[in-house]
């Protein structure tokens, strides 16, 4: 076993830690301490907080990536160990080699049979052209009418697994917290409803396709799994790398005023006048070309792949930092106005003391509102990138191309529905609990709105 | 006010500058015209007589910034740098790579985005704002919790999908129209129809959350505790006196919107086959045509700063107290 550590592996482990750090320091401060506890006061924040931390937490598993060492071919000396081309991630390993059972094209969930005739030799060896048997689905069955009392007897079954590992799971939480004021029932009802869906999916997925196989015969409900790493790092890493761009200008220019200002001022009115999808397309584009021309930078197909994939978190950053700025800008203004930075001018304090100390923790709360926001905005444009065909390389699982892939094949006779609702459902339970989970934020933290509670 | 617009207008022009250097940058030194040639010859054909030869066919041989060999003024217009950027400026986009004339490119397609765009614009609005009022009417009811619920969920679903599920439920499992296509003159509005459709479905989840927002702002005011005080209905208050006061906000916030119309919808004008800008852009990006591109981003970037005037100007006109100097 090798390890391979891919660039946006280390990003996202950096990110997390960061934000641990992060949160760990804002946990001093009694106000955003309160903040956070209106937050998770509520059902829906503990609902959705929990929900939000699983794709996280699917989406690290699927970051550590390592390369199978191979059987040494018989006749060699087994001096040399040799490694498999394919990256495995731990992920892989917890999904008992669901993403390993391929069909030959698309088949309907549960079903036993393909969904394309095919020419074949019937027992006495006549041609005949049907529908040939799956692989890996229902081959422990004598007779296909057997399919439904099997689901429904192995479902039980992995039910009872899945409820066992939950009060496992559960049990040590519920000795800590069980005092605690905040509704963590919500959240443990959501944990062990994911338990039992996970137990219940590696466990059904051993025998069926759950959610059918897709043109290329792969497991569509694997790749629907697979898509939440990109699509959660791609939410994340753009705006880790929009941040500092952002605050800095804006704090400068809010802050310095004069030419600084006017500079960022144009820097931004310049960018955002530019029709945001062409800029990403250009810039994408470009560095296709320029991975296209140096293919030698990388060793395994996945390394392009991610490359690719960091460069369009780049971009996606680098172009749509306006808006903060701008919002930074404002709040600067309005509080190198307030009489505690006069005071601290008058002290002689210096420049970027007053910055660090006195202005920066003061925006945080539109930091974080932003973070939260952009997150879901930015998983839905991913789906449209990769659409345009400027998004995440093919050969990257992500649910934009699943839907780029399965687009035009409701239209056919009988629909292929499911590669569609695959991603369709992947992608809108984690877009809704980012959005509602980014409203609680903002109605705490916003000072506008945080006196009117809203309805939800 | 005049000479508050010209301000403005004589302001765009550092702006446009920039744009236009900005995309000169990403075109032409990041990835120089060797690379271009490379990346549109294929990989077959690549030797450097071929690569030459495009570059004079499509007026990529010339030196970036200066030329030092032509004589006088052509130091500077004799240069990719002036051809390809700024002759954008008096509107001259030039040839695609594929020899095609993008002014008359734009100026054919333009009409049928306009004609999607439009309608879509309009009727949007106006079932969003109905909408609101709806939810405004029954604030802080369980109606109201279920109904804010509802957009945030809208809004969580993939624009991808409400054009896929548009498709297969309209046209075709009910068969009501074509499924995509277009066509002009008194046939339009059946390929109009489902476009206009889901793109208004596709925006009820943010515009009527937001509008929802703008009313209940404008509720917490006091002249609306002054009206209930003095005995006025429900229903008047609503319509006499938030729905006005609203509208400013409302007005303000769309009128930016209203001259990138012009540029259409890229996925929805891709799906159903339109022939319009956006699918004029969607094709360049797919065949890395970057005239069209380049010039593409020019027109949007204009597009976006008369909007910009344009929110200015109808602030003056909605609400009175503003004045432009």
Redesign the interface.
């Known amino acids: 076993m090798k390890i391979v550590l891919l660039w946006s592996d280390v990003l996202v482990f950096l990110l997390v830690l960061s934000l641990c750090l992060f949160f760990y320091k804002l946990r001093q401060d009694p106000q955003i301490r309160q903040r956070w506890s209106q937050v998770f006061a509520s059902r829906l924040g503990m609902v959705t907080f929990t929900v939000i931390a699983t794709y996280v937490a699917v989406a690290l598993l699927d970051s550590m990536h390592f390369r199978r060492a191979l059987d040494a071919p018989p006749g060699l000396a087994a001096q040399e160990v040799f490694y498999d081309n394919k990256v495995t991630s731990v992920l892989d390993i917890m999904l008992d080699g669901m993403g390993e059972r391929f069909e030959r094209t698309y088949s309907a969930p549960f079903a036993l049979r393909s969904f394309e005739k095919q020419n074949m030799k019937d027992e006495r060896g006549r041609d005949i052209r049907d529908f040939p048997a799956l692989r890996h689905a229902g081959t422990h069955l004598a007779q296909a009418d057997d399919k439904w009392p099997d689901v429904a007897r192995k479902s039980a079954r992995a039910l009872l697994w899945g409820l066992l590992l939950s009060a496992l799971w559960l049990a040590p939480q519920w000795l800590l917290l069980r005092g605690s004021p905040r509704p963590w029932r919500a959240s443990w009802a959501v944990q062990a409803a994911v338990l039992c869906a996970a137990v219940w999916l590696v466990s059904i997925s051993r025998h069926y396709h759950v959610l059918g196989t897709d043109l290329g015969g792969a497991d569509v409900a694997y790749q629907s799994i697979k898509g939440v790493r990109t699509g959660v790092l791609l939410g994340t890493l753009a705006t880790l790398i929009m941040l500092p761009i952002a605050v800095t200008l804006g704090v400068m220019a809010g802050y310095f005023k004069g030419w600084v200002d006017d500079l960022v001022q ?2 931004y ?7 945001g ?3 990403i ?3 994408v ?2 560095f296709q ?2 991975i ?2 140096n293919p030698d930078f990388f060793s395994i197909g996945m390394e392009k792949a991610d490359a690719r994939f960091i460069a369009l978190c780049f971009i996606l950053g680098v172009t749509s930092w306006s808006t903060l700025c701008r919002l930074i800008r404002a709040e600067t203004l309005k509080i190198s106005q307030l009489g505690y930075v006069q005071a601290a001018h008058a002290f002689g304090v210096s420049h970027l003391r007053i910055l660090g100390r006195h202005i920066l923790p003061n925006v945080v709360h539109i930091i974080l509102i932003t973070f939260v926001l952009d997150f ?1 905005a930015l998983v ?1 444009a991913e ?2 990138l990769s ?4 998004g995440i390389d093919p050969s990257m699982g992500s649910w934009g191309n699943m ?1 780029n892939g399965a ?1 035009s094949e ?2 056919r006779e009988p ?1 292929v529905w499911w590669t ?1 609702s695959g991603a ?1 459902i992947f ?2 339970v984690l ?2 609990a980012a ?2 989970f980014s ?1 609680l934020v903002r109605d705490a933290f916003d000072p506008r709105t945080s006196t ?1 509670r ?3 | 006010m005049f000479a508050y617009i010209v301000r403005r207008l004589l302001y765009a022009i550092p702006i446009l500058v920039g744009v236009n250097l900005l995309t000169f940058l990403l075109f032409f030194v990041v990835n120089s015209p060797d690379d271009m040639a490379v990346s549109q010859l294929g990989e077959k054909y690549v030797t450097p007589a071929a690569i030459q030869a495009w570059k004079e066919k499509n007026g990529y041989d010339k030196p970036l910034f200066v030329n030092a060999q032509a004589a006088g003024a052509a130091t500077l217009t004799d240069t990719i740098f002036f051809t390809k950027s700024v002759r954008l400026f008096a509107f001259d986009f030039g040839r695609s790579e594929s020899g095609r004339d993008i002014t008359t490119d734009v100026s054919t397609r333009m009409w049928p985005s306009l004609a999607v765009a439009l309608p879509t614009f309009a009727v949007g609005i106006w079932v969003n704002i109905c909408v609101a009022l709806m939810v405004v009417m029954f604030h802080a009811t369980r109606l109201d919790r279920w109904a804010v619920f509802g957009f945030v969920a809208l809004m969580s679903i993939s624009y991808l999908f409400y054009i896929i599920g548009g498709q297969y439920l309209v046209a075709k499992s009910w068969k009501l129209v074509p499924i995509s296509g277009f066509h002009g003159g008194a046939q339009a509005w059946k390929f109009l129809l489902l476009p206009v459709l889901v793109g208004v479905v596709a925006g009820i989840g943010s515009g009527a959350r937001w509008y929802r927002t703008l009313f209940l702002e404008e509720a917490n005011q006091d002249y609306v505790r002054t009206a209930r005080a003095k005995g006025a209905s429900e229903i008047s208050i609503l319509f006499g006196h938030i729905l006005p006061n609203a509208l400013i906000p409302i007005l303000t916030g769309v009128v930016v919107l209203i001259p990138s119309l012009f540029m259409g919808s890229l996925l929805i004008e891709s799906f159903f086959g339109i022939p319009g800008l956006g699918s004029y852009m969607l094709d360049a990006i797919r065949s890395q045509d970057f005239a069209i591109v380049r010039s593409m981003v020019f027109i949007g970037s204009i597009l976006y700063i008369v909007g910009l005037i344009l929110t200015d100007i109808s602030y003056t006109w909605a609400d009175p107290r503003i004045r432009l100097n």
């Open positions: 144009y820097l009115t310049t960018l955002s006048s530019i029709p999808i062409l800029l397309a250009a810039s584009l470009l070309v320029y296209d021309l879901s839905l789906a449209v659409y345009i065909g400027v839907i687009r409701l239209s629909a569609l369709f992608m809108f877009v809704l959005n509602l409203d009117r809203s309805p939800l």
